[in-house]
């Protein structure tokens, strides 16, 4: 098992706990989301993965090294880096290429090999021509794009996206969708933190986290099956709104698959254009 | 006329070989009482428009005017609340409660209005009352969104400026700011918001601001928009166009889930009879 969390509290000096006793297991190459509202836990979960945070009690492993160990925080963030919802708060250079090298520089990989990790980089997220940018001038979607590129040029196992979509337009949320998709199919392990339940259809499992603990683990599919989804405030796609108004009108007879977009859109135009 | 740009063109890093040139030649009016969505891709130049709107950059060329002043003068300066994209740059308080008051303390309200100030506007965000006491950096992304926007609305501005006010915040958050912000607006508040939730936006603005490349690309009611053959469509307006695609005669130009629906219906119904 790639992540193992055991009976994980967790509280900020003074303050009531905020993560109250998580159990999770993450695989090798799976594409996990975590879900949930403002304020549930999410975020510090997430750096409760890297060792941004230790657990106050119970434990996490990573690759079997323990978070809590400070020789092991190296190689475990190593093998697994987040990207954070605000990206001007991990620019530490004057350009964007330079940025980029920062994380290989640190890990002491041979200068010829950090232009080239700088120039995949780059190209992964369509920032080549921006690589002589100061990055604080950038859009917040061009911005959100540097601190992934610079994450990937340390070629972690596992990459944590903590809600990174929130400055992006629809045009730049594709872009990071196809971007992380092709991670996946890389076999990289993506740990998604978002509230916006639209953006992780296709994820292989849904976490829900509520007032710090765990109350659904599944796929989306299932997840959607629940009938409080209102009262859990989950906002559910338009597009399955609809889709859910027509079946229960009895105007559309069948069940469809619900994990894609685009392919729940195309299924009921078929099946509306038959009528 | 209280917000007018005219001309108005601006560049980063002007006059060095990096310059950037973010917006050209702009033009357009916000009339009083009216909520302005401004639309556009990721770098079309929305939020550097708003910088000059509220004063903090000046444009190389042309003017921007609040009631007649100048952007950025001294004598518009109370009228105008402003958030950010990012609320950590406008939150600096020792607790949640200091932050919100700051505004209204420096605007020279009695200590006593100022409570009351600060009351309403974080009930007006939704913001806990029981994190008034806390730190303002202890709170999640979308608590310190939620903080930052009770301390703009404390000032009771005439004009709000608003630039991804939803981003981070979840489903309930989103909804109870959206309808309070129409609740505001209602009251006589100028309201520009920058923003990609269109569906939400819509069925609030009256007017839409499209950019595109730093030149406007639209500017009209949002029925308008709606018609108008841009990029950028709300997701049941793009399926209604998706099935006419496909052969199904129905109005394209819908934005929400109840309008689709009913659209549906009675086409499908239309449809039965027919073949009977």
Known sequence: MFIQIKNVYFQYSKGNPVIKGIDLEIERGEFVAIIGKNGCGKSTLSKLLNGLLIPTSGHILIDGLNTASPSNLLAIRKKASIVFQNPITQFVRTTVEEDIAFGPENLNVPT????????????????SEFRYREPKTLSGGQMQRTAIAGVMAMEPEC????????????????????????????????????????????????????????????????????????????????????????????????????????????????????? | MPIVVRDVTYSYSKGTSLENQVLNNLTFKVDEGKFTAILGDTGAGKSTLLRLVVGLLKPDNGTVLIDGFDA????????????????????????????????PLNLGFEKEDVHQKVLTASAIVGFE?????????KLSGGEKKKLALAGVLAMEPKYLILDEPTTGLDYCGKKGLLSNLGLIHSKGTTIIMITHQLTELLSLAQDVLYLKDGTIDFHGSVQEFIEFPSSNKPPITHFMSKLNEHGLQVNQNLYTVNEAFSEIKSYVHKRMKDHV
């Open chain 1, 112 to 127: 010829d090999e950090i232009s080239q990790l700088v120039n995949n980089s780059l190209e992964f997220t369509s920032m």
């Open chain 1, 159 to 275: 990459i944590i996206f903590d809600e990174v979509t929130s400055m992006l337009d629809q045009k730049g949320k594709c872009e990071i969708f196809a971007y992380i998709n092709k991670l996946k199919k890389i076999g990289k392990t993506i740990i998604y933190v978002t509230h916006r339940i639209e953006e992780v259809l296709d994820a292989d499992r849904f976490v829900h986290l509520d007032n710090g603990i765990i109350d659904f683990i599944g796929t989306p599919t299932d997840f959607f099956k629940l009938d409080d989804l209102d009262q859990m405030g989950i906002e559910v796609p338009e597009i399955v709104q609809l889709y859910s108004m027509l079946y229960n009108e009895g105007i559309i007879k069948q069940s469809l698959e619900i994990t894609d977009i685009s392919r729940l859109e195309e299924n009921l135009c078929q099946l509306l254009s038959e009528m």
């Open chain 2, 72 to 103: 950025g003068h001294r004598s518009v300066k109370g009228t105008i609340g402003v958030l950010f994209q990012n609320p950590e740059k406008q939150l600096f308080s020792k607790t949640c409660y200091e932050d919100i008051a700051f505004g």
């Open chain 2, 129 to 137: 009352q029981k994190n008034l006491e806390t730190s303002p950096f």
